[in-house]
């Protein structure tokens, strides 16, 4: 699950923007290529604590296995390597539900109010080097300003963003073509996860609950 993913989830326990932002340092950590920061304030930790309890759940439910084995299955038939296939089944279908879970009005403010407390909450981040404190300052900034719209999902950019993510990894990366046709995928994708999805989501709140 995408950071947005865990900042929608940790709001339904609580609106709390510490609970929110907490909830999303572990994969604001991987982003900036830091070790997650020890969180000396109650409410960051138990969002990450929650973090770490939406996931056990997450990766191994059955919708999200599902989807990306149907995705796998996709992806190949249009193309792709195997590697590239199933690194792009996993990011893509994430991102397809980041996309789900933002129609939600809430989810979105959630995350918003979360990102705009950050600074504030910095001094309670206990970060290895200050090189990785302000490289996490950097990254909530530039995520604040690019808010959250429906083109985030929109086809190409869900390709986009899969390139991105994959580059640098030779196994994983996505060849020459390879973009055109995972936004092929995804023309499709997003209403076969929204369709399929609440499942996931009832098990989540349930476990979180």
Not at 51 to 56: I, K, R
Not at 166 to 184: C, F, I, N, T, W
Not at 191 to 198: E, F, K, M, S, T
């Amino acid at each position: 699950m995408n950071f947005f993913g865990h900042a929608t989830v940790a709001s339904w326990v609580s609106n709390a923007p510490a609970v929110v932002l907490g909830a999303m340092l572990p994969d604001f950590a991987t982003m900036i290529r830091a070790r997650p920061p020890t969180a000396k304030q109650p409410e960051l930790w138990r969002g990450v604590r929650l973090h770490h309890d939406t996931d056990a759940v997450f990766h191994d439910h059955p919708v999200f296995r599902e989807l990306c084995a149907d995705a796998v299955a996709a992806l190949s038939e249009l193309g792709l390597a195997r590697g590239p296939a199933r690194a792009t089944a996993h990011v893509g279908v994430e991102i397809h539900i980041d996309g789900v879970l933002a129609r939600d009005d809430s989810a979105r403010k959630s995350y918003l109010d979360a990102l705009g407390a950050a600074p504030a909450l910095a001094a309670k981040l206990d970060w290895r080097a200050a090189e990785e404190s302000a490289r996490f300052d950097e990254l909530v900034q530039a995520l604040a300003e690019r808010g959250v719209r429906p083109e985030h999902s929109a086809p190409e950019v869900v390709a986009l963003r899969v390139a991105r993510a994959l580059s640098g990894r030779p196994r994983l990366s996505l060849a020459a073509g390879d973009e055109r046709r995972v936004a092929e995928w995804s023309r499709t994708a997003s209403a076969v996860v929204a369709d399929r999805l609440p499942p996931l989501l009832a098990d989540l709140a349930h476990h979180v609950s």
